[in-house]
């Protein structure tokens, strides 16, 4: 029996008993503080979740969902020594190794599955969960490949079951704001974005290092490695090597696990597949955006196993909406747009995102210049601002409005991000045909749009 067809007490399926917990709630004779605890969901709302990867961002994730009112009740790693505080912190979730296994065991015990994992395991832990119509949150980005990315898509659409993906919100008060003031021409219509990244926090543009080490009998590499090539396990970077230098904390961590992955284009996305989703999440609701008709880069020495030290990536996108043809330019490895006025001598931020209109410019979504910006102080607040990341897709899984970035959303925007990262190994401008889903005039870029899986996984 599925999940959404376990029996109650009342003889409702619990899909049916969450679904209508809200409005329940509003005849309930007892208060909610009183069934649930202080800020404590009733037990009656609770949703029993795996977690899959809870070692590292994982581990403050899960909290997360906890306090939104799931209810943790599985812990899935391959990592016994990392995942150990989150064993400490649910002393009794149920523990596995093998999401696969974990599954199969579990069945309609639990509701929900959360995947903290590196990037190149996202799709199948996504899929498999979704077959047997679990709610999923996946970190970003939602898959590492193209093809991945529309086929976990496809997989949630045929579940219908609530999905969500972990990119900086678009529902915030600040995201909201940003596409009231756009739509409301405060800066004109927009023909350029600048959006720059301090990462990578990570080592990036190196070649693999030789040699193996002893694998802890902690980790499962051959679990770690999943449908990604097999290599050997390598903890210790050599002596005095670049990458130490780069990044002595996080390099002390492990080549490739558990932190450096993301360097790595067998494991990971690099900078702009990391952060890419959340700062272009905003943007990409603001400008309307679908598909791009192209896409180029260039970076420092490109290699090929890992992303480069630092890239430029620059997107064209068509006139949409009433809106004219948009370039998005994105910086990351410490590069960062040319200077502009409108700072008048302060800092460039960080990390920021740069909207430049034909009558003015926005930063994040502060409208400049500053006599600009009072002229437009009166624009109506007319976008739902939401409760974020976790108490959306929480409110989804009980039967409430779709989360802000589910998988219908994040999907595209996930694959503008990928798009980009093909840019850069290849090292040539790329005209792309979304609906089609490949690139128009080099065959060889298409290859990137789908790896192969090592023998024994698929989606």
Known sequence: MRSDQRATPRGLSRRQML???????????????VLGGAEQP????????????????????????????????VLCDVDDAYAKKAHNRWPKARRYRDFR?????????????????????????SVAALRRKKHVCCVKPLTRTVHECRAVVAAAREAKVATQVTASPNTSNAACRTCELIWAGAIGPVREVHVWSNRPLWPQGMDRPPGEDPVPATLDWDLWI???????????????????????????????????FRGWWDFGTGALGDMGCH????????????????????????????????????????????MPPVRIVWYDGGLKPPYFAELEGRPMPAEGTLYVGDEG???????????????????????????????EWFEACRGGEPAGCNFDWAGPLTEFVLLGNIAIRTGKFLAWNGPEGKFTNDAAANKFLQEQYRAGWTL
């Open 361 to 391: 410019k926005m930063l994040e979504s502060t409208v400049l210049p500053a006599a600009r910006a009072k002229k437009f102080e009166g624009v109506p607040k007319t976008l739902p601002r939401r409760a974020g990341t976790w108490g």
């Open 226 to 260: 999943g449908p990604a090539p097999m290599r050997p396990f390598k903890n210790v970077w050599p002596e005095g090597s670049l990458e130490i230098k780069q990044v002595a904390a996080r390099a002390s961590k492990g080549v490739y696990h558990p932190w450096n």
């Open 101 to 125: 296994e974990m599954l199969q065991a579990e069945g309609d015990k639990i509701d929900a599955v959360y995947c903290g994992t590196p990037d190149h395991t996202h799709a199948v832990i």
């Open 279 to 322: 700062h272009l999440n905003t943007p990409f609701r603001a400008l309307k955006l679908k598909h791009p008709v192209s896409v180029s880069a260039s970076s420092t020495r490109v290699l090929p196993e890992t992303a480069p030290l630092g890239s430029i990536v620059t997107y064209e996108f068509p006139a949409r909406e009433g």
């Open 42 to 73: 009733a037990p009656s709302d609770r949703i029993a979740l795996a977690g899959v990867g809870v070692g590292g961002v994982g581990f403050g994730q899960l909290q997360a969902c906890e306090k939104a009112g799931f209810q943790i009740a």
């Open 19 to 33: 679904g209508g917990a809200a409005a329940l709630a509003s005849i309930s004779l007892v208060p909610r503080h």
